[in-house]
Structures are given as structure tokens and as C-alpha cells.
């Protein structure tokens, strides 16, 4: 049986990766602050919990390419 506080998790919504800086970089199509593309923006209210992940996913694979690109 799950404890409250991981009940409470498990039913959590996927919070949005929204930074408030909403600028789109033209040569990746990433918003400069969470790193999403435009029609992952627009469809993040419609999105399942499932697919939301996935798209957090896609933001760290995102984020270590420009840590990658950066040191280089």
C-alpha cells in the first residue's frame, strides 16, 4: 500500500518546464528558457501525463546537446 505523501505523487499532474523566458532560438526552434518547440508548447495543456514525460525526456537529451555543443 502506498503512503499518502506517495499518493500524492502518484496522482500529481506533470508540472509545466515553462521558465517564463519565452523567446524561441531560430537556429535550434527551442524556446531559449525551457528548451520546448512551439507545437510542444501549444499542446502541453492537452497532453497526457505520459506524454508530457516524454517530452521532459526530450528536454534533457535538448539540454546536454547544448552543454555539449557549448564546451566545445
Do not use: Y
Request: include cysteine; glycine fraction near 2%; charged fraction near 30%.
Amino acid at each position: 500500500m502506498l503512503s499518502k505523501p506517495e499518493r500524492q505523487m502518484a496522482v500529481a499532474p506533470v508540472p509545466s518546464p515553462c521558465t517564463s523566458v519565452c523567446r524561441m532560438d531560430p537556429s535550434t526552434g527551442w524556446c531559449e528558457g525551457c528548451l520546448r518547440t512551439i507545437d510542444e508548447i501549444a499542446a502541453w495543456a492537452a497532453l497526457s501525463d505520459t506524454d508530457k514525460l516524454v517530452i521532459w525526456d526530450r528536454l534533457a537529451e535538448r539540454r546536454e546537446q547544448i552543454e555539449m555543443d557549448s564546451s566545445r
